[in-house]
């Protein structure tokens, strides 16, 4: 014992071994629990894949009952996966929807509440940094300069491919985007290059987003479907990508969208002002490894802020702490769970940013839709679907 201190007493040696056996306790605690989640199911041995297909409608889909296009695609992958019917944007805008898809957080929070003037916060951490941290690789491929890097989007994607064509000085933000079929090459590059299966690939295309024009080989469409069915055909090409490097059985599949468009209802004819169903629900399809739970539909609203916890629950990794959003694990995996009911957020800034007018804000459950305007609409969307 050093010189100069006491011998330790009784009662000071007694609170030194209950100390330490609380510490040994927690640990082995820890680790039987690290162990158990673990063990609950293997791990994720395939790609995940997060495909945004920009301003695409739900009700503009086979999938979802629309009959004026073809999408064969897009309806494989919906009898390969599960099919969330009732999925809501927190934005009819490009940048604050992707900027709560990929953080799990709603515009107020991380603060991106429109396509210009806005980034996303260096200290807010995105899916691909949440994933980067369980040894993926991440690689993302945009079509869209409301996506350039600088927005802060990039955030965690070792890979960002966002080379755009050059455009006229004059051209609108919104209307500076590259074709899909280039997006998608710059995409199967990344993935070509990556040794192993544990990658997390954000895949973005522009179709349908106006000015609709699609190949001439879809002309027989409506401009806008015609653009839906080339984008499906894009989806197809990097399907068919995956299964000859043997990694779609394997690969985890999200397909979303940012918002939807107004095509003329409530008078809106592309979207951003308003907050009805035309303009935030989006389509949402999970395919799993070996198509777990293939062909089921779930009727339950969820949200774009579900997407993070529900990708870190299937991969096993921790849930950050504050998100709002809900693991949709369990009714990916069992046909009899359920969801909590949750009111969706979702706000319009387009209008006061822009034009000095009223923002927007609304909240919608399982029957109704709240929207907090100049003059408050409520509706029931069981009794009155086009509200």
């Known amino acids: 014992m050093p010189k100069g201190l006491p011998p330790p007493t009784p009662d000071r040696r007694w609170r030194a071994a209950v100390i330490l056996a609380i510490t040994g306790v927690a640990v082995a605690a820890a680790a039987f629990g690290g162990w158990w989640y673990a063990r609950e ?11 945004s297909i920009d301003t695409l409608r739900a009700d503009r889909l086979p999938a979802y009952g629309y009959t004026r296009v073809q999408t064969p695609a897009l309806d494989a992958l919906a009898a390969d996966g599960v099919v969330f019917e009732r999925a809501y944007s927190h934005s009819p805008q490009t940048l604050p929807a992707h900027a709560s898809i990929l953080t799990g957080r ?19 951490r995105t899916l691909a940094e949440l994933l980067r941290n369980r040894g993926f690789s991440t690689g993302a ?21 966002a080379e755009l064509p050059a455009s006229a000085p004059e051209s609108s933000v919104g ?4 074709d899909g079929a280039m997006t998608l090459e710059a995409a199967e590059r990344w993935l070509t290059s990556q040794n192993g299966h544990r990658a997390f690939l954000f895949l973005h295309l522009y179709e349908p987003h106006k000015p609709y024009a699609p190949p001439t080989r879809f002309a027989h469409y409506d401009p806008y479907d015609g ?8 989806v197809g090409r990097f399907v068919q990508t995956l299964k000859s490097r043997d990694l779609y059985d394997a690969a985890t599949i999200v397909v979303l969208s940012d918002h939807g ?14 907050l009805y169903e035309e303009s935030v ?3 949402l399809i999970v395919k799993q490894p070996d198509s777990a739970g293939a062909g089921r539909r779930v009727t339950a609203p969820v949200q774009h802020i579900d997407i993070v916890p529900t990708v870190l629950d299937l991969v096993r990794a921790p849930i950050p702490d504050g998100l709002r959003g809900r693991s949709l694990r369990d009714v990916l995996e069992s046909r009899d769970a359920t969801l909590r009911e949750q ?8 209008s006061r940013l822009h034009f000095g007018w009223s923002e927007l804000y609304s909240l919608t459950d399982s029957r109704y839709r709240y929207i907090k305007a100049p003059r408050e609409e409520l509706y029931d969307l069981q009794q009155d679907a086009r509200e």
């Open 227 to 234: 653009e839906i069915a080339y984008a499906d055909e894009i």
């Open 106 to 124: 709603l515009p107020f929070e991380h603060g991106v509440r429109d396509n210009v003037g806005y980034a996303l916060a260096e200290n807010e």
């Open 175 to 178: 209307a500076v985007q590259r």
């Open 281 to 283: 629900h989006v389509p």
């Open 261 to 274: 468009e107004g095509l003329g209802d409530h008078g809106e004819q592309e979207h951003g002002l308003f």
């Open 41 to 51: 199911s293997p791990p994720h041995h395939g790609p995940i894949v997060l495909i």
């Open 343 to 350: 009111g969706i957020y979702a706000e319009a800034f387009y």
């Open 141 to 161: 491929a945009v079509s869209s300069y409301v996506l350039r890097p600088d927005t802060g989007i990039a955030q965690g994607f070792t890979s960002y491919d």
